[in-house]
C-alpha cells in the first residue's frame, strides 16, 4: 500500500518509527490499508474501527465500535478499552471533522502517552490536537500533515 491518500503520510510513519521502539503497542483509532498494514509490521496494533469490512483485515486486535452520534460506541469502548499500549494514533473515524469525541471522552484514554493526530493540515483536526494537547496541559506540534501531543507539560 501508498502512502498518502486516506491514510497516513510517509512522515507520519517515520515520525512513529524514530519515537517509538519496535515492538511496542500503538491503540489506533481507525484503522487503515496504510496505517495498520505498516505499523503491524513492526508493533502490536489495537485497532478501534466502526466498519466491519475492516475488521480482521490486518494484523491488529479489532475492536468493532459502531458510531453513535457520529462517534464510537461509548458502550463499547468502555467494556473494551486496553489498559496497556504505549502510543494513540487518532486516525478516525473517517471524515473531516469527525474526530472530536477523541477529546469529549479522553478519560477514556490513558495520558501519560503520546498522541499522535493524523490528518492536521484540516482545520477541524488541527483545531482537536489544539484543544486536547490544551485539557491536558501538553504542548503540541504540528507537522505538515499529523500533530503530535507530547508528555513535556506547560510550564
Known sequence: MNFGGSGIMMETFKYIRSELPTGKTILELGSGDVSTQRLSEHYKMISI???EEWLSKY????????????????????????MEYD???VDGPTGEGNRGGFLKHLNLFRRDVV???DDTN??????????VAEKLNREVTLHETFAV???????
Open 49 to 51: 474501527e466502526d466498519k
Open 59 to 82: 494484523k491488529s486486535d479489532y475492536i468493532h465500535a459502531p458510531l453513535v452520534d457520529g462517534w464510537y460506541s461509548l458502550q463499547v469502548l468502555e467494556k473494551a478499552m486496553p
Open 87 to 89: 502510543m494513540i494514533l
Open 115 to 117: 498522541i499522535v493526530l
Open 122 to 131: 484540516r482545520l477541524p483536526e488541527r483545531q482537536l490536537a489544539w484543544a
Open 149 to 155: 501531543v507530547g508528555l513535556r507539560r506547560y510550564r
